[in-house]
């Protein structure tokens, strides 16, 4: 139904920037824009973890270790998603994945969450 896209990732040095990109496009029948989009990360042995995301009304949400650090944003119009990072720290190497909440023509609830294939960033010198 839906595919998600990521761009970005590369190798940069603690307290860089970087911008991820998330590209989505759907199958007919998929109601666009999409629901709430999300960026998650993970590591080898760890739980994917929330980053941040924008919900279906707009509003953002963060991750604690990321508040004042990180951005998200979304256009709606294009259903792309992307996370402006600044001043990146070292344990932030990750495996960096969209994730998009849809629902198809005829229904009023999400019925599926969509994963891109990622992203790799890493923080190092």
């Known amino acids: 139904q839906v595919q998600l896209v990521e761009s970005g990732g590369g190798l940069v040095q603690p307290g860089g920037s970087l911008r991820l990109s998330c590209a989505a496009s759907g199958t007919p029948g998929t109601r666009f824009p999409l629901n709430t989009m999300n960026w998650h990360r993970q590591t080898p042995g760890k739980e994917r973890e929330l980053v941040a995301g924008v919900s279906s009304d707009g509003t953002t949400t963060y991750a604690d270790s990321v508040k004042g650090r990180l951005a998200v944003s979304r256009d709606n119009a294009g259903n792309t998603l992307s996370l402006r990072m600044n001043r990146l720290k070292g344990e932030e190497t990750a495996v960096y994945y969209c994730?998009?909440?849809?629902?198809?023509?005829?229904?009023?609830?999400?019925?599926?969450?969509?994963w891109g294939q990622g992203t790799k960033v890493t923080v190092s010198t």
């Open positions: 994730a998009a909440d849809y629902i198809v023509t005829g229904e009023t609830y999400v019925v599926g969450r969509a």
